[in-house]
């Protein structure tokens, strides 16, 4: 503990140094001209040509009259080749560090270095700084490079600390990221428009969950973290849209683990004038085209097994799966519960798991065949969910009869029953075309394509319990 206040409060004291030099330690902006990766992966064109870089230094190595650094910027690292007899001194006008002052700096600190691209004698592509500036004052010590970060408290409450030390696991963040360009993409080109939806909603619906609640205090009334949007979005079909779907957030206030988290994203679709199947194709061509756009490829090792997104999935009815499973014929929430306990995890491969029952889906259109059963489908893929799909229910009466069955058991004490939506059912009764409406999980869908076991390794900021104030904290901020 008292290392660490020692070191900081070193660092402090150069902070006062250099504003007694008439160094701004924190200044606006640099002049960086090119990132490390261009110098060093084009050094034929930039060698012995001025650039100018900016970054993080990792490492510091003195040698007399050279110094050897470490610069990392988002694009990757450089070394500077720092002497002392071309670089300038300090310069207050330019706001300059000069060789003899260069004690005032730390690794960790954020720099700018303006020189000659150039190798050292063992071949390594360097810069030689003629000017050096700092940009951040880091005043707390990084963790050493070769610990890295394996604390998960640490890792997920400041997994800023990891990619500063270890960059190269920023790749599932960024294949994130593109991965919500390439669903965009897919969509737009087939003809959807995103409209957002509103996340506070004055009545949540769309699924069976428990909510967030708050309160709007302009309006004096208690309000609801979306649960779902597709109430919403049922509303633009109605209003005469055909495609529509968006992609924002959700806030379920239900429990933690491998593949949860309270607030989340998901796609959500609806498209007029289909039903479920339709979307069980657009679902296979989705994550193929996800597939061979970000990652050049559809074979995925997902939980010890490969996975090709490219193949036809399985399609097969919830019973049938239990029933091959557990050798038992099943029907109702029965069916539900033996089938969560004891099937969907054996579910690597991709699978479209069917027909639920009735009691568990009241927004979705019952079977003609057999209305214990509706048009829903659930997306799994190594041994979790990670969708739920249905053929649109748009008959307001009978709506609003499953409705009231889910008033009746949210009275009896179910708290993740869905609740009566009385604006709802009145749109209904304008008429809605037949409608289908698509859902998976952004999160779940970037733990396939990233190969990852847990939720927590694609999401930046996991929810976590709030941390105390540690009695270090305390003592540094002087806190009571």
Same mark, same amino acid.
């Given at each position: 503990?008292?290392?660490?206040?020692?070191?900081?409060?070193?660092?402090?004291?150069?902070?006062?140094?250099?504003?007694?030099?008439?160094?701004?330690?924190?200044?606006?902006?640099?002049?960086?001209?090119?990132?490390?990766?261009?110098?060093?992966?084009?050094?034929?064109?930039?060698?012995?040509?001025?650039?100018?870089?900016?970054?993080?230094?990792?490492?510091?190595?003195?040698?007399?009259?050279?110094?050897?650094?470490?610069?990392?910027?988002?694009?990757?690292?450089?070394?500077?080749?720092?002497?002392?007899?071309?670089?300038?001194?300090?310069?207050?006008?330019?706001?300059?560090?000069?060789?003899?002052?260069?004690?005032?700096?730390?690794?960790?600190?954020?720099?700018?270095?303006?020189?000659?691209?150039?190798?050292?004698?063992?071949?390594?592509?360097?810069?030689?700084?003629?000017?050096?500036?700092?940009?951040?004052?880091?005043?707390?010590?990084?963790?050493?490079?070769?610990?890295?970060?394996?604390?998960?408290?640490?890792?997920?409450?400041?997994?800023?600390?990891?990619?500063?030390?270890?960059?190269?696991?920023?790749?599932?963040?960024?294949?994130?990221?593109?991965?919500?360009?390439?669903?965009?993409?897919?969509?737009?080109?087939?003809?959807?428009?995103?409209?957002?939806?509103?996340?506070?909603?004055?009545?949540?619906?769309?699924?069976?969950?428990?909510?967030?609640?708050?309160?709007?205090?302009?309006?004096?009334?208690?309000?609801?973290?979306?649960?779902?949007?597709?109430?919403?979005?049922?509303?633009?079909?109605?209003?005469?849209?055909?495609?529509?779907?968006?992609?924002?957030?959700?806030?379920?206030?239900?429990?933690?683990?491998?593949?949860?988290?309270?607030?989340?994203?998901?796609?959500?679709?609806?498209?007029?004038?289909?039903?479920?199947?339709?979307?069980?194709?657009?679902?296979?061509?989705?994550?193929?085209?996800?597939?061979?756009?970000?990652?050049?490829?559809?074979?995925?090792?997902?939980?010890?097994?490969?996975?090709?997104?490219?193949?036809?999935?399985?399609?097969?009815?919830?019973?049938?799966?239990?029933?091959?499973?557990?050798?038992?014929?099943?029907?109702?929430?029965?069916?539900?519960?033996?089938?969560?306990?004891?099937?969907?995890?054996?579910?690597?491969?991709?699978?479209?798991?069917?027909?639920?029952?009735?009691?568990?889906?009241? %927004? !979705?259109?019952?079977? /003609?065949?057999? *209305?214990?059963?509706? +048009?829903?489908? $659930?997306?799994?893929?190594? @041994?979790?969910?990670?969708?739920?799909?249905?053929?649109?229910?748009?008959?307001?009466?009978?709506?609003?009869?499953?409705?009231?069955?889910?008033?009746?058991?949210? %009275? !009896?004490?179910?708290? /993740?029953?869905? *609740?009566?939506?009385? +604006?709802?059912? $009145?749109?209904?009764?304008? @008429?809605?075309?037949?409608?289908?409406?698509?859902?998976?999980?952004?999160?779940?869908?970037?733990?396939?394509?990233?190969?990852?076991?847990?939720?927590?390794?694609?999401?930046?900021?996991?929810?976590?319990?709030?941390?105390?104030?540690?009695?270090?904290?305390?003592?540094?901020?002087?806190?009571?």
């Amino acid at each position: 503990m008292a290392s660490l206040i020692e070191i900081r409060q070193e660092r402090l004291k150069k902070v006062v140094e250099l504003r007694r030099l008439g160094i701004d330690p924190y200044p606006a902006c640099s002049s960086r001209s090119h990132s490390n990766l261009e110098v060093v992966s084009k050094f034929s064109e930039f060698e012995n040509k001025e650039v100018t870089l900016s970054g993080r230094l990792m490492s510091w190595r003195e040698h007399g009259q050279i110094i050897f650094a470490d610069l990392q910027d988002p694009s990757g690292s450089i070394q500077l080749y720092i002497k002392n007899d071309e670089l300038g001194g300090t310069n207050i006008e330019d706001q300059t560090i000069g060789f003899g002052d260069l004690n005032l700096l730390d690794v960790g600190d954020i720099v700018e270095a303006r020189g000659l691209v150039t190798k050292t004698k063992n071949g390594t592509v360097s810069l030689a700084p003629k000017k050096l500036r700092i940009l951040a004052k880091s005043i707390r010590s990084l963790p050493e490079k070769w610990e890295g970060v394996h604390d998960p408290e640490i890792l997920h409450r400041q997994r800023y600390l990891d990619l500063i030390i270890s960059p190269e696991h920023k790749w599932r963040f960024q294949k994130g990221a593109e991965i919500l360009f390439a669903i965009r993409e897919f969509l737009n080109s087939k003809g959807f428009l995103e409209i957002k939806t509103p996340i506070i909603q004055p009545t949540y619906g769309g699924t069976s969950a428990k909510p967030f609640k708050t309160k709007v205090n302009a309006l004096g009334a208690d309000y609801y973290l979306a649960v779902a949007h597709e109430l919403y979005l049922k509303r633009l079909i109605t209003a005469g849209f055909e495609n529509v779907y968006n992609l924002v957030g959700y806030f379920r206030n239900e429990g933690i683990d491998r593949s949860h988290n309270p607030e989340f994203n998901m796609i959500e679709t609806m498209t007029a004038y289909k039903n479920y199947e339709y979307n069980m194709d657009l679902t296979e061509e989705l994550y193929k085209y996800i597939g061979q756009k970000v990652f050049s490829k559809t074979v995925f090792r997902i939980e010890g097994e490969e996975v090709d997104f490219a193949k036809p999935w399985r399609r097969v009815r919830m019973v049938d799966l239990v029933k091959e499973h557990t050798g038992q014929e099943l029907s109702g929430e029965k069916l539900i519960e033996v089938f969560e306990a004891e099937v969907e995890k054996k579910l690597i491969q991709p699978t479209f798991v069917m027909n639920h029952p009735v009691e568990v889906s009241p %927004l !979705a259109k019952a079977l /003609e065949s057999d *209305p214990r059963f509706v +048009e829903r489908f $659930e997306i799994f893929i190594g @041994g979790i969910e990670g969708g739920d799909n249905w053929s649109e229910l748009n008959d307001p009466v009978e709506l609003f009869k499953r409705f009231q069955d889910q008033h009746k058991k949210r %009275l !009896a004490g179910d708290e /993740e029953a869905h *609740p009566m939506d009385i +604006e709802f059912i $009145e749109m209904m009764e304008y @008429g809605m075309p037949p409608t289908t409406g698509l859902g998976p999980g952004i999160e779940r869908l970037t733990m396939m394509f990233t190969e990852a076991h847990s939720i927590d390794e694609v999401i930046f900021f996991p929810m976590l319990r709030p941390a105390p104030v540690s009695d270090l904290q305390k003592q540094i901020y002087s806190l009571e």
